[in-house]
């Protein structure tokens, strides 16, 4: 299995294809929808994002608040395609991985490529067992939108798979395909 | 405490007695799979032959365990608070809105046990409530001095490939199960399969996306009393099954763990069908009153 380090590199991300399991490690920001509306509106008015987006890694989660003690609640991914309209502007500026779960629209595939960057999946509804990776979590931009919120997430080798590369590879279609032909 | 109105006997409830169980409800379903659900898991888990499906049902049933041992939710989506009261009609509330005691009942529900914040207060405004109220709230009225309150906390990802479909009657069952396998290929793995299947058919147009949702709280896995609902229930998990969707959306036979149909009268021009689904974190308390 391969370990990931952020932020990622334009070499990492060649050797990544469809259907790797990796584990990552370092830092990941959370943003959903709500975030992302925000996120693309100050960079289309030219204004400063929250966080460095080149070689960046995004998760797409809301965690559920953390109990006295716990770095954070439960943490699985949220569906990536609400994310889509908003996803090639942000490849456009540097951002290298989603990760998500569920999957992503032709332009989004086609901005992954163009811009050299990959979309991982993380096992939807695993909350608990993904949040065990988590090792320190600090909200950094909008805290008002509650859960919400953009969080810096330090993680400890998370477990994602590869859904869609560089090459045009999807694991969704590939995943089906494979079953189906094997049956 | 029950007093006699036109010589009949009726029980008062207080509403802070439908908080404090609505509260508890919140409190225990958000980290345990509902009735059944285990048991399908584990069968699943037990005929999928596609290594990486194996894997990841596995994985799911890990997630399940962490989560009752260590007190954190199943998934972070604990969902919109979707409470169906069966009301006895011997029942009179007392002391205060049922409707306002539900929401306070989830209210201190989520809060005390960490839960997360879901819901806006308008659809087009966005902004958080802060305290995943209203809860979405259906009465029932049904004969005896009983409440029954179940909590069903529904996830967005799953509520979101949800259909709807005013079929003609000619279409028949053939339509009814081309309208759920589209359905089902629309949400291909966007919502984390292996999902519970909640089927309406019948009724009117609001009243058949009701059934689709009634028909998730059944214990998972159970077939419907009527034998021709119960064979269509079996041909549809068997043809869902049949696409190879698979936990996850990785390719698998396990896109479904269970169907459950529930019908309704209709008018005869009509064939409504609903499919509510539900994500594998199928999460369901009940509790009398």
């Not at chain 2, 609001?206 to 077939?223: H, I, N, Q, S, T």
Request: aromatic letters at 6%.
């Amino acid at each position: 299995m391969q370990r990931l380090q952020t932020p990622l590199t334009p070499e990492v991300i060649m050797e990544l294809r469809s259907g790797d399991q990796v584990l990552l490690s370092g830092t990941v920001y959370t943003a959903r929808d709500a975030a992302h509306a925000r996120l693309v509106k100050t960079v289309l008015a030219g204004g400063e994002l929250p966080f460095p987006i080149e070689g960046a890694v995004l998760y797409y989660v809301g965690p559920t608040p953390a109990r006295p003690g716990k770095v954070i609640g439960s943490a699985g991914p949220t569906t990536s395609g609400r994310m889509d309209s908003y996803t090639p502007e942000l490849l456009r500026r540097g951002l290298k991985g989603m990760i998500g779960k569920g999957a992503r629209n032709q332009e989004v595939r086609q901005a992954i490529r163009a811009y050299q960057a990959v979309y991982l999946g993380a096992t939807g509804g695993a909350g608990a067992l993904l949040a065990q990776r988590v090792k320190a979590a600090e909200v950094i931009a909008y805290p008002e939108l509650g859960p919400e919120a953009i969080f810096r997430l330090e993680v400890d080798e998370l477990p994602l798979i590869v859904i869609n590369d560089i090459y045009g590879g999807d694991l969704y279609s590939q995943g089906r395909q494979a079953y189906l032909s094997c049956r | 405490m029950k007093f006699q109105w036109e010589g009949r006997a009726i029980r008062q409830v207080p509403a802070e007695k439908i908080t404090a169980v609505v509260r508890e409800l919140c409190l225990e379903a958000n980290y345990r799979l509902a009735l059944g659900m285990p048991e399908v898991m584990a069968e699943a888990a037990q005929s999928e032959n596609f290594p990486m499906a194996k894997e990841i049902i596995k994985e799911l049933q890990a997630n399940a365990e962490i989560a009752w041992a260590e007190s954190q939710p199943i998934c972070q989506d604990t969902g919109m608070a979707i409470v169906i009261i069966e009301l006895g009609q011997e029942v009179q509330i007392t002391g205060g809105s049922l409707y306002l005691a539900v929401d306070e009942g989830v209210r201190q529900g989520y809060e005390e046990g960490y839960l997360r914040n879901s819901i806006v207060g308008d659809p087009i405004l966005r902004r958080n409530t802060g305290d995943n109220t209203p809860a979405f709230i259906r009465v029932e009225i049904v004969p005896g001095d009983k409440v029954r309150i179940h909590l069903l906390p529904k996830g967005s990802g799953s509520e979101n490939v949800s259909r709807l479909a005013m079929l003609k009657p000619a279409q028949g069952v053939e339509g009814i199960k081309d309208f759920v396998l589209e359905t089902m290929e629309l949400a291909g793995g966007n919502a984390c399969p292996p999902y519970v299947v909640g089927i309406g058919i019948g009724g009117t147009f609001d009243g058949c996306a009701y059934l689709a949702k009634r028909a998730l709280l059944r214990p998972v896995g159970e077939a419907n009393s009527a034998q021709h609902i119960a064979m269509l229930e079996g041909e549809l998990l068997t043809a869902i099954n049949g696409l190879g969707i698979g936990p996850q959306g990785f390719g698998g036979s396990q896109t479904a763990l269970a169907v459950h149909i529930e019908t309704a009268p209709t008018h005869i021009a009509c064939l409504p069908v609903a499919v509510n689904l539900s994500c594998h974190v199928l999460r369901h308390e009940v509790l009398e009153v």
